[in-house]
């Protein structure tokens, strides 16, 4: 066992020993993104409870992944691992060191140019991205070791593309880079952002990246959503992160040992929460993969932080 593998092992719920193992698939796994659809947002809370906003009322941090099963997510464990154990000298090496992530901008602005930020936001956005995957907003905080550097930003003048329409083309026409590139979006449609993972890379190299609402970046409009925590939410997700309440009460919750599970995404900033009270600790409201406003962010875990390096190196490095 590499050593990137027996930290991981140890921060793992015992739980997760007593489920069945299932065979994993060879191929790489091509996962169904979630569709923008009316019904879907209006099973959408309102997380804010103001409603002073139009745009802010259907608002939420949902669903903005591809949904991946409880048996998926067993064989894509498995698969990490094998990838591990053959990268064995390059995990151990690079366990725990993060890397420094090349970030392409990509501002998908309508043909008037609604849409559009300022350099100094982009450049905010980006130092909020350090500051918070460098663990500076709590002592409890994992510093994830990840950097990012602004490496290229590109105006796009669309109208489809700027209400995320046609999404798969836009970003298989616009997209930079190799599977170690961040690509970013910027659009303005009911999300506040999607995200790929990075076990989709092998299957979907063209279309891999984050798509985050233009208002999220700090100094936008979206009210409790403008501080950047969306982005970073997204790259969470970009660098192989659940939900923390993915899983719900269950043992293997979000597949992250030192995050409590969790029922229910957190609304807003509650001052304390307890969804699975028959399991240990509070919920993880001021987790950047929760829902909380981002105000309320300040924090991924250890356990986080060494599911990233692994997914890293497994699928981006
Ligand atoms: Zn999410």
């Known amino acids: 066992m590499t050593r990137i593998r027996a930290l991981r092992t140890a921060l793992l719920v015992v739980g ?3 489920l069945a193992v299932t065979a994993v698939p060879a191929q790489a796994m091509r996962l169904t993104e979630p569709e923008r659809t009316e019904s879907t947002r209006s099973r959408c809370l309102d997380p804010d409870g103001v409603h002073g906003d139009g745009r802010s009322a259907s608002r939420l941090r949902s669903p903005d992944h591809p949904e991946v099963t409880a048996a998926e997510k067993q064989a894509i464990d498995g698969r990490t691992d094998r990838i591990l154990t053959s990268k064995a000298e390059i995990a151990d090496s690079a366990a725990g060191r993060g890397a420094s992530i090349p970030v392409q901008v990509h501002l998908m602005l309508s043909r008037s140019g609604e849409g559009d930020v300022s350099r100094l936001q982009i450049d905010q956005q980006i ?3 350090n500051r918070q995957f460098g ?8 510093n994830t070791r990840f950097t990012f550097t602004l490496a290229g930003v590109q105006r796009y003048y669309n109208d489809k593309w700027h209400t995320d329409k ?9 997209r930079v880079g190799g599977p170690e590139t961040l690509n970013i979006w910027l659009v303005d449609f009911s999300a506040l952002g999607i995200a790929t993972f990075p076990f989709q890379y092998d299957a979907q190299p063209k279309t891999d990246g984050v798509r985050v609402h ?31 309440f993915d899983g719900g009460c269950s043992r293997s919750n979000d597949g992250v040992g030192d995050t409590p599970a969790q029922k229910y995404p957190t609304s807003g900033c509650p001052d304390e929460q307890d969804s699975c009270t028959e399991r240990r600790g509070v919920d993880p409201i001021h987790n950047y993969m929760d829902y909380s406003f981002d105000r309320c962010y300040n924090q991924f875990t250890p356990g986080q932080s060494m599911r990233m390096a692994e997914m890293w190196t497994a699928y981006r490095a």
């Open 214 to 244: 233009f208002d999220s970046l700090p100094g936008g409009s979206l009210k409790n959503y403008n501080l950047g925590g969306t982005a970073t939410h997204e790259i969470g997700h970009w660098l192989g992160l659940f939900h923390t």
């Open 16 to 18: 997760l020993l007593a």
């Open 135 to 142: 663990g500076h907003e709590s002592s409890e905080a994992a």
């Open 127 to 129: 130092a909020v991205l």
């Open 166 to 174: 046609d999404s798969l083309r836009y970003r298989a026409r616009t």
